[in-house]
């Protein structure tokens, strides 16, 4: 474990290189390329595609929501993301041009890979998002990208996940180059990409803000995760952590939707974490934070701003850097997973092995 107690710790630590791997030799800002050698079997095939099908379970499919923010606006693909589990028991209409991906870490997850069989038989041309070299899915799919991350052990999810969404952007940027993308927005992309192991390393540097919050609310039963636009799946992803390895409640909600009924849940001292990089959305979720805090939340905010309004607002501040925006998950998450970290061991949750669970869900 190499001076960590934990997988968990291990694999969060990672990161910055992890995400190195994950990157090396596939983007390059200086000849602004994308290179993804997996995929040059589909060379003739790319220009057909006119719609993207992402699919995953649990981590997998947060990083697949994340993706299709970043399919829609760098590759103007239209794109959906369906459960796998979901997908298989359904008629999925796969229409022609259909580009189907399967994101998994395991590639053995019984869900991900009967959907991915589903959609072959209609038809779709499939990519694999695998980390496991020569696994299940990365053997049954036309085509794929390895997340190159390494083994990952912890049974919560951590440098598999950051490293699907960013095989994920790599994908979309791939794409967005065969389409419209411009010259301009694929170079402040592809630096956006290359800069990211170095802000992760930044961002780590949260870790004794989060260990100190951890310790002193893991008494709470429920949490809110808010966040909007890419955010809201590392939302998503930031409340399945705490769910999962210190059992604790918690809910991730894209944060405008909180007055549509979920507001009325919030009493005094209810921790709500919310996902606020200094983006186009930024004074949107503003409001949004007003709006719990009013009511007595206890208000913890992820943030690339330095802004003394929110100063005012928030109980707590974590700040992390800038990034471009569409990656701005890749370092929102680093803070989430050392809180759920701390707080499983706040609780004395066995961290790497939670209970009624495993780390590739072979059954369905
Ligand atoms: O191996 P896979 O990526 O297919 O696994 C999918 C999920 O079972 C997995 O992400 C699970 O939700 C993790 N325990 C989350 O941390």
Request: some cysteine; aromatic content about 4%; overall charge negative.
């Amino acid at each position: 474990l190499k001076g960590h107690d934990h997988h968990m710790h291990k694999e969060i630590h990672e990161q910055p290189a992890s995400l190195q791997m994950t990157l090396r030799g596939r983007v390059n800002a200086a000849d602004r390329k994308f290179v993804l050698g997996g995929l040059t079997s589909l060379e003739r095939q790319l220009p057909n595609v006119e719609r993207a099908l992402l699919f995953g379970c649990g981590s997998a499919w947060h990083a697949a929501l994340i993706g299709e923010y970043m399919l829609e606006e760098l590759a103007s693909l239209p794109t959906s993301v369906e459960y796998a589990s979901e997908l298989r028991y359904r008629n999925p209409l796969i229409e022609r041009g259909t580009l189907a991906v399967g994101v998994s870490q395991s590639g053995e997850t019984a869900d991900t890979l009967a959907a991915l069989r589903e959609v072959q038989t209609r038809g779709a041309t499939t990519v694999g998002v695998v980390n496991a070299v020569g696994s299940s899915v990365a053997r049954e799919t036309d085509a794929g990208v390895y997340l190159h991350v390494g083994p990952e052990i912890g049974v919560a999810s951590t440098k598999a996940f950051l490293g699907q969404v960013v095989v994920l952007a790599m994908l979309a940027g791939y794409m967005g180059r065969r389409r419209h993308l411009s010259d301009d927005r694929l170079i402040e992309f592809l630096e956006g990409l290359e800069a990211l192991p170095d802000k992760v390393k930044e961002a780590l540097e949260t870790e004794q803000q989060m260990k100190e919050l951890a310790y002193a609310l893991c008494d709470r039963e429920h949490w809110l995760y808010l966040g909007r636009g890419v955010n809201f799946p590392a939302a998503l992803e930031g409340a399945l952590k705490l769910k999962e390895v210190s059992y604790i409640h918690a809910e991730g909600l894209p944060a405008a939707e909180m007055k549509h009924g979920p507001i009325a849940m919030i009493d005094k001292g209810m921790p709500v974490v919310v996902l606020a990089p200094k983006d186009g959305v930024y004074s949107k979720v503003l409001s949004n934070i007003e709006e719990v805090r009013s009511r007595g939340a206890r208000v913890i905010v992820v943030t690339s701003a330095d802004d003394p309004e929110l100063d005012q607002l928030a109980h707590d501040v974590v700040r992390v850097p800038e990034t471009h925006s569409l990656l701005s998950p890749v370092v929102t998450s680093i803070p989430l997973q050392l809180l759920a970290y701390h707080a499983a061991l706040a609780k004395g949750r066995d961290v790497d092995k939670p209970r009624n669970l495993a780390k590739s869900v072979t059954v369905e």
